[in-house]
């Protein structure tokens, strides 16, 4: 059991120390389920968050993100008790109405009613992280909080105290699927009696040797409430395995999201994603990949499109300590209204990742006076014979392509469209699921305008 002396408390833990009655209810209830280790694990993780709250400002990988908002928020945890939704509603959020595998939770809890996996899968584990604490405990073991550190941040310790359910997918050695898996979460506060919900999915993905798989991840909301998804993911790639992910985030647009995501790379292995951020209004993504032994390959992607009062903040990590290691990366936001972005990303490659490809590019696209975009690129090398480039922009829409759409009879606001419409696509374009890339055009097309008129035309000076 954690307690606390609130004579002895800082302002810090204050903050914190209204999560005491929480986990102490919790270790009551949940805490019980699965192996000691993972209840050692949970005890240790809440005691760091007690001591190091939440991060804050003065911290460089937060300087340009306050997380105040969330943590005066009185959240209460998502339970197992969910709000009525239809299977109606989970056809609706999902980002293809293809009849793939796919893994539905509500608030961070599994349901299996809206869960669909093939008979073809039976040789797989696909299933709950919750069940898995249980059933699968010494494999759990071998992953679980091995490559997401609690101590990263007030984030990932709280998360890690509170683990309780979430997706666990483990693709044994061999096996390709033929079909993606979907994995989607659906958020809500409606029908909640005690207020904010704060949800925590912990997902576990694992590619075996040799296998191959492609994994679509959504986060949605049946309403527009308040709540608040702390979402902490693990990816681990054996040897030559390969990973397609799409993560797209379409938030409630008062919802705050804070994401963790770490993979681990094996020789000649292959990550490749695609991150896409539409809603929220506060959102933090960190990706860190570990291209871990020779001959590993990560493409990174991303898109975040923002308006009114909102802010996403990305942090990307490359580490490249082996030779051979190839990463490419490219993140393009479009701001309007008020809102701000960040972008960091760092590639790292040590004295040993001798023969290292590494590319980074950031651009963003200012369609307001309001809008505000910070970025900073980041190489540290301390190898010779790599090839390392990175680049960043933000700027508004070329005048001299606005002029040239203008003068072929365009009006002002469609030019406009069409310029941000080709500036989002080249994101959209390199996702390699037609349908997935097809949704993803409909909304740009939707919020900038007619697709056919914006292809093929430069996109702007950023």
């Not at 993100?65 to 509603?89: C, D, K, M, N, Y």
């Amino acid at each position: 059991m954690v307690t606390m002396n609130p004579e002895i408390l800082d302002k810090k833990t204050k903050e914190t120390g209204k999560y005491v009655p929480l986990f102490e209810a919790f270790e009551k209830t949940e805490g019980k389920r699965g192996a000691a280790w993972i209840r050692k694990l949970r005890q240790n993780a809440f005691a760091h968050f007690c001591h190091s709250g939440f991060p804050t400002q003065r911290e460089e990988d937060w300087r340009y993100t306050s997380v105040g908002p969330i943590e005066r928020t009185p959240f209460h945890l998502a339970s197992e008790t969910l709000p009525h939704i239809t299977v109606q509603a989970v056809e609706r959020l999902r980002p293809c109405t293809l009849n793939w595998n796919r893994l539905v939770f509500v608030n961070g809890f599994f349901c299996r009613e809206f869960s669909h996996v093939s008979d073809a899968f039976e040789d797989l584990n696909i299933g709950s992280v919750r069940e898995a604490i249980v059933s699968k405990s010494n494999q759990l073991a071998s992953y679980l909080a091995q490559y997401v550190r609690y101590d990263q941040n007030g984030f990932t310790a709280l998360n890690t105290a509170f683990i309780q359910d979430g997706a666990f997918v483990y693709v044994p050695e061999g096996k390709v699927l033929e079909r993606p898996l979907e994995l989607v979460f659906i958020s809500t506060s409606r029908e909640t009696v005690s207020g904010t919900v704060l949800a925590q999915p912990r997902n576990l993905i694992v590619v075996g040797p040799s296998s191959r798989a492609t994994i679509v991840e959504s986060y949605v909301s049946i309403d527009q409430e308040t709540y608040c998804n702390n979402v902490v993911t693990e990816i681990i790639l054996e040897e030559s395995a390969s990973l397609e992910y799409l993560r797209l985030q379409k938030e409630s647009g008062r919802a705050y999201h804070v994401s963790t995501t770490k993979v681990n790379q094996a020789k000649d292995s292959v990550f490749s994603s695609t991150c896409v951020d539409l809603g929220g209004i506060l959102v933090r993504n960190d990706l860190h990949v570990d291209l871990q032994e020779e001959g590993a390959k990560c493409f990174l992607n991303g898109l975040y499109l923002t308006s009114n009062e909102q802010h996403v903040d990305n942090h990307t990590l490359i580490n490249h300590p082996r030779p051979k290691g190839t990463s490419q990366q490219l993140y393009k936001g479009i701001l309007d209204g008020r809102s701000t972005a960040v972008f960091s990303g760092k590639i790292f490659v040590h004295q040993d990742a001798q023969k290292t490809d590494a590319h980074q590019t950031n651009k963003n696209l200012l369609l307001s006076e309001e809008a505000t975009a910070d970025t900073k690129p980041q190489l540290e090398i301390y190898a010779d014979d790599v090839k390392c480039t990175h680049g960043a922009a933000v700027g508004q829409l070329d005048k001299d392509s606005l002029f040239y759409l203008k003068s072929r009879g365009i009006g002002e606001n469609e030019a406009r469209n069409i310029l941000s419409y080709a500036f989002a696509n080249e994101v959209a374009q390199r996702i390699k699921i037609p349908s997935i890339r097809a949704q993803l055009n409909d909304l740009l097309t939707e919020r900038y305008g007619h697709r056919s008129a914006g292809e093929g035309v430069h996109h702007g000076s950023a």
